[in-house]
């Protein structure tokens, strides 16, 4: 009798656990965050002053496009433009070079895989000093429909990404590790987009770090924007790269990214009101509402990176 007990209490159980996992997939959706991937859309060429956005030209690596790009290219800080680099085929894919940078497209099993150079060497005359600007490449993307944050239950990261390269072209001894590196970064903005809120617009940078010349293992980073005259004075939180993956990006070798950072923003969200920011705003006044991805170098360094399966995937209630 009392096996028979155990063993209608465990039928029941699992039949439980079916229960609510069919419920939660009933009453909730996916959305990729961000789209067109495959770049099949074409990518807007920005200019290199980060105060003018005008697109001055549309990159198309995979032929002509009907529908409007949904990616820009920035170069701000660069003493370079893409403007009038033509696209060149190679083994390697699809490239757009000047002296300064380079960014390739190549169809690789489905995917797109996206390489990004810059050439420190060939930007700066001498070592950067405290306030002066530095070279970005980034591939940036405004989401026509924000999500908000409150609403996801599951937000989901995932790529693969190698270092190609990363050399310092400046004299050792002029190195200060507080003004000089290169850093490749994903960034997305965490925004108020509640229009009856006294901090509406207000907005946090929340970065995903994949490299940073300085250390094997980046730490956790929360501080404002500053350190150049059209910085944004926002908060910026950026987590530590163990949460993001183990590996030490070095010798080409490939990792891999899968992971659920709701929680990441959420504690970012919270960093910010103890810091001083966000003091007008809500946690579900916020919403995801772009994202940008590249090099920054403010130092004299040569470096390349690599990345192919990129997914931004929420699971949002219903």
């Not at 930007?123 to 993307?141: A, C, M, N, V």
């Not at 990363?166 to 002029?174: A, G, I, R």
Request: proline share 4%.
């Amino acid at each position: 009798m009392i096996k028979r007990i155990l063993l209608i209490m465990v039928v029941l159980t699992v039949l439980s656990f079916y229960a609510c996992k069919n419920n939660l997939t009933s009453n909730s959706v996916k959305v990729e965050i961000i789209t067109d991937t495959n770049y099949a859309n074409g990518i807007g060429l920005e200019g290199s002053n980060s105060g003018n956005t005008e697109v001055i030209r549309v990159l198309n690596p995979f032929g002509p496009s009907k529908s409007e790009p949904s990616w820009n290219l920035a170069q701000w800080g660069s003493r370079y433009n893409l403007k009038d680099a033509k696209p060149v085929k190679g083994d390697d894919g699809i490239s757009y070079s000047d002296s300064g940078k380079s960014i390739v497209f190549k169809a690789v099993d489905g995917s797109t895989q996206i390489s990004m150079e810059m050439f420190g060497s060939k930007e700066y005359d001498s070592p950067r000093k405290f306030g002066e600007d530095w070279p970005h490449i980034l591939l940036e993307q405004k989401f026509e429909i924000p999500q908000s944050i409150n609403n996801i239950e599951i937000l989901n990261l995932n790529l693969d990404f190698r270092l190609l390269f990363s050399e310092m072209k400046m004299k050792p001894d002029l190195f200060n590790p507080e003004l000089h590196t290169t850093q490749f970064t994903i960034y997305l903005t965490i925004q108020n987009r509640n229009l009856s809120s006294k901090g509406y617009g207000d907005f946090i940078w929340f970065g995903l770090p994949l490299y940073d010349y300085r250390y094997d293992e980046i730490e956790e980073y929360a501080a404002q924007d500053v350190g150049k005259e059209d910085a944004s004075n926002k908060f910026i939180y950026s987590t530590a790269s163990k949460n993001l993956f183990k590996e030490i990006p070095k010798d080409g070798n490939w990792i891999n990214v899968s992971k659920d950072i709701i929680g990441i923003i959420r504690n970012a969200f919270i960093i910010a009101q103890q810091r001083g920011f966000l003091k007008e705003s809500e946690y579900d006044d916020m919403y995801i509402t772009t994202t940008n991805m590249g090099w920054e170098t403010p130092g004299t360094f040569d470096c390349g990176i690599q990345y192919k399966n990129l997914k931004l995937t929420a699971t949002i209630k219903k």
